[in-house]
Structures are given as structure tokens and as C-alpha cells.
């Protein structure tokens, strides 16, 4: 096995952040932190449920954008347009069916113990192994 | 007001934990799930570092009566382990696997301009509609069904 641009401290650090993130949502708002969930709520939006949906996502962008202004963020995207735009159609598909995605039943799920998440995050997990597989060294091998 | 705040707060430090991570960057996420090639095992300790704190912090909020700013705690109920949920997380897997993307770096991603960013949201949001329209339809009775 060859191990490359494995940045342990950095994906503590990042991950502990989104930790807090979730914890403190929870804390708060009494929500859960799956972000195919809150995206998802704005597509049938009730009365007062859409500000604190939207100002989520937006906060993803202000954190993210934030970070981008004092450090460099390297963003690599390989995908052709049809790909990004099959890819994106399954995962919004598929979270919605799955009622969660890597922050919803990954990190919150799991943090609840929760036997459909750990089952969910296993699944995308190998799902998504499988497909890297067949994509760069069975089809692209 | 307050639980707005609160959900923009939120955002925000996960949006931070995504960037200082570099789990926004498809190339990384893909570089995780490649283990048969050149594998970077980061992705691994981004779950790890998240839920060290979700762990504790979770137990400790559910045992509270209500959230601090919110009437009570919006929690998921079901239990079993069905066929949509099985479904649904390959086929989000497949859509992983091909971009590098999964909704939370998606759209903090957009903060960065880039119009591969903006195509796959939208794809995105055109799937989970996609979902929707789909289960509403079957959900429909059938008198309504018959006269549309």
C-alpha cells in the first residue's frame, strides 16, 4: 500500500471543528447536522423552518470562503460536465432516499449510536470505494 | 432570530472544519477512497477528530430536556434497517465515488466560485426533487391519481 498527502493534523483539527459544529447544533437548535437533510427541507418549505435551513448553507460558505482568505484551500475537481452532472443527481437522489449523507448519518448518526446510520455510512463508504475502484483502475486502468 | 443564529454559527464552523480539513476538495475525498492506489487515509481522521467530539457532546446534549434556544430536540425515529435506506446510501456512494463530492463540501465549495461547484449543486438539488416527486406520486391516492 502507498500512503501520499496524508495530513493527519489538519484532518483532526478540520474534523474536530465539524464536531463542534454539529454538537453546538444540537445543543442550540436541537437539530442534526446532515447537511443532504437541511438542503432537503428547503424543497418543501414550511413556515418559519426555511431561514435557519438557508443560513446553514450559508454559513458553509462563509467558513469555508473564510478559511480561503488566510490559507490556501486547494479545490481539485477532475469531472467531465456529464459526470458532475450524474454524480450530483445520484447523490441528491440517493441522500434523499437514504435520509442521510456523510454528516448526517457519518458524523451525527453514528454519534447517536444509531443502527441505520452506522449500516448507511458502511454502505456509501464501500459504494464509493467500489465505484473509485472501477472508475480509475478497471474502466481507466 | 436566535435559532437562526445559532444555525449560521453552526454553518460556519463547519464550513471552517471542511476547508482546514481540505475535505472540500473532491481530488483529496477521492484520494480516501482510492485505497488501491496512491491512498491518503486523512478522510479517516476527519471522521475520527468530528466524532471525538460528536461522541461525548451528543450524550451529553440528549440527556438535556429541551435544546437551549429551540422547544425541543428534532430527532430521527426510524429504527429498521429497510430497503430505501440500503438504496439510498449505494446510490449516494456511486455519486460520491464519481466526483468527489458529497453535499456539505458541495456547497461550502460554492464559496470558491467554481462553475463545476455550481453544475453539481444544482444536479444536486434536481435529484433530491427528483426523490420528491417520485414519492409523491405514490403517494397520492388513488381518486386523485385517476383525475389528474
Not at chain 1, 86 to 108: D, E, I, N, P, Y
Not at chain 2, 72 to 99: C, M, Q, Y
Request: include cysteine.
Amino acid at each position: 500500500m502507498i500512503i501520499e498527502n496524508f495530513t493527519p493534523v489538519s484532518a483532526l483539527l478540520g474534523g474536530a471543528l465539524i464536531g463542534v459544529a454539529a454538537t453546538l447544533l444540537l445543543l442550540l437548535n436541537g437539530r442534526i447536522a446532515g447537511v443532504s437533510g437541511i438542503a432537503g427541507g428547503l424543497l418543501r418549505p414550511a413556515t418559519g423552518d426555511v431561514a435557519w435551513r438557508a443560513l446553514f448553507l450559508l454559513g458553509l460558505m462563509i467558513g469555508a470562503g473564510g478559511y480561503g482568505l488566510v490559507d490556501l484551500v486547494p479545490i481539485r475537481i477532475d469531472a467531465s460536465l456529464p459526470i458532475l452532472v450524474l454524480g450530483g443527481l445520484l447523490v441528491g437522489f440517493g441522500t434523499q432516499l437514504g435520509k442521510g449523507c456523510t454528516s448526517g448519518h457519518g458524523v451525527c448518526g453514528i454519534a447517536r449510536l444509531s443502527r441505520r446510520s452506522i449500516v448507511a455510512t458502511l454502505v456509501f463508504m464501500i459504494s464509493a470505494g467500489l465505484t473509485v475502484y472501477l472508475v480509475r483502475h478497471v474502466i481507466g486502468g | 432570530m436566535l435559532q437562526s443564529a445559532g444555525a449560521l454559527l453552526a454553518g460556519i464552523i463547519f464550513g471552517l472544519g471542511l476547508a482546514v480539513s481540505n475535505m472540500i476538495n473532491p481530488a483529496k475525498v477521492l484520494a480516501f477512497l482510492d485505497v488501491a492506489g496512491r491512498w491518503d487515509p486523512s478522510l479517516a481522521l476527519v471522521m475520527a477528530g468530528a466524532l471525538a467530539v460528536t461522541l461525548p457532546g451528543f450524550r451529553m446534549a440528549l440527556r438535556w430536556l429541551q435544546p437551549l434556544i429551540a422547544g425541543h430536540f428534532e430527532l430521527p425515529s426510524a429504527k429498521n434497517i429497510d430497503a430505501r435506506l440500503l438504496a439510498g446510501a449505494a446510490i449516494f456512494g456511486i455519486g460520491w465515488g464519481l466526483v468527489g463530492f458529497c453535499p456539505g463540501p458541495a456547497i461550502a465549495s460554492l464559496a470558491f466560485g467554481l462553475k463545476e461547484s455550481f453544475i453539481f449543486v444544482a444536479a444536486m438539488f434536481v435529484g433530491a426533487w427528483l426523490h420528491r416527486a417520485g414519492s409523491r406520486t405514490k403517494a397520492l391516492p388513488r381518486s386523485a391519481s385517476q383525475r389528474a
